[in-house]
C-alpha cells in the first residue's frame, strides 16, 4: 500500500492545461499502472472531474 498526498488536484491533470501538473513520467513512478487508485477530496465532483478529465492520461 502506498500513500500518496497531494495537496493540488491540478497537479493530476493535463500538463499542456495546468502548469504544474505532473508529466507522464512523474505519474507512473507514484501511481504504477496496475495499481487501483482510492481519491479522496474535497470539493465539487465536477470540478474534480474537469481537473482529473474522464479517464486515464495516456
Known amino acids: ?3 500518496v498526498h497531494i495537496h493540488d488536484l491540478t497537479a493530476l491533470g ?3 492545461i495546468w502548469p504544474h501538473a ?3 513520467d512523474d505519474l507512473t513512478a507514484l501511481f504504477t499502472s496496475i ?3 482510492l481519491l479522496v477530496a ?3 465532483p465536477a470540478d ?4 482529473l ?3 486515464p492520461r495516456r
Open 22 to 24: 505532473l508529466s507522464d
Open 35 to 37: 495499481t487501483f487508485i
Open 48 to 51: 474534480i472531474h474537469a481537473i
Open 1 to 3: 500500500m502506498r500513500y
Open 53 to 55: 478529465g474522464p479517464g
Open 42 to 44: 474535497t470539493g465539487y
Open 14 to 16: 493535463d500538463p499542456h
